[in-house]
């Protein structure tokens, strides 16, 4: 089974409206890593104009985000910090005077611009609930609008989510893929790529993908130990140079998890199973 879907390249000079209350606009910074570009969108709330993940530093992209938004914006949502979805933070505040909240401490800066308010699990900020979701990052949160779900990378429509070594954590993503199939929703809106409806199913099959790729290394392992390297090769053989980089930090995150979990252990540069 595979449930995750490609759509068409998306239009870039004007908003995608998706509800009376949520516009989607691409970046353009499409790439292996992004897809289309990163999906910023603009919510309309009781408080004001919520923008969430302006995405890279480019003019045009902030400009029009700024505008849909009519050019005032009450607060700025990062679901985590990576440089696709928050670059754009000062550049976005520049225009529209907005303040900035994510999981980071009031006072840090995310690349370039100080956090004015830090967000926890369970609050809700403009309408929205914040879910904590660690696992892609350490401080990845989706929010939660109805029955609506802005998933920035935790979930992804068109493939799976990167969980890289040394800052990802798989046993994490699993608990809050876990946590989000309990969630109440009809529909997800990722940070790359299309929507995702039937978000219960698509969440159990991430877990069932998950919980697949572990058996299939413990498998591998269970004929002869190996090293990373070598799992790498026999699981992903037909990857290029630079899909194959993220397949070896992916793996060593799920490697490290397992660990953790007492099912293998590193023996020397090999890894064998211990139960």
């Known amino acids: 089974m595979n449930m995750f879907t490609l759509e068409p390249e998306p239009v870039r ?44 530093d480019d003019a045009a992209h902030l400009d029009l985000l700024a505008g849909t938004a009519g050019g005032a914006v009450a607060m700025i949502l990062l679901t985590h910090d990576h440089r696709d979805h928050a670059a754009g933070v000062a550049g976005l ?5 907005a303040p900035v909240a994510s999981a980071r401490a009031v006072g840090a800066q995310p690349l370039g611009h100080a956090v004015a308010r830090q967000l926890a699990d369970g609050e809700v900020v403009a309408g929205l609930e914040v879910i904590a979701t660690p696992g892609h990052a350490p401080d990845h949160l989706c929010f939660r609008l109805n029955e609506t779900i802005f998933t920035g ?15 990802g954590c798989a ?46 290394i413990r498998a591998l392992i269970a004929e002869r130990p190996a090293g990373t390297d070598d799992i790498v090769g026999s699981l992903y053989a037909s990857l290029g140079p630079e899909t194959r980089s993220v397949a070896l930090r992916t793996l060593e995150a799920q490697l490290c998890q ?14 064998r199973n211990l139960q």
């Open 13 to 56: 000079d004007r908003p995608i409206r998706i509800d009376a209350r949520i516009q989607r606009v691409v970046a353009p910074n499409a790439g292996a890593m992004t897809y289309h570009g990163t999906n910023s969108y603009v919510v309309a709330t009781d408080q004001g104009a919520v923008v969430i993940d302006p995405g890279p």
């Open 93 to 97: 505040v520049r225009r529209t005077g």
């Open 153 to 167: 990378d935790h979930v992804l429509g068109w493939s799976p989510t990167s969980v890289l070594a040394p800052e």
């Open 171 to 216: 046993g994490a993503y699993r608990d809050s893929l876990a946590r989000l199939a309990g969630v109440r929703s009809r529909l997800f809106l990722p940070g790359h790529g299309p929507q995702v409806r039937n978000t219960r199913r698509f969440v159990e099959f991430l877990m069932s993908r998950a919980d697949d790729r572990e058996r299939e």
């Open 258 to 271: 397992l660990e953790r979990s007492g099912r293998i252990i590193r023996d020397g540069a090999k890894w």
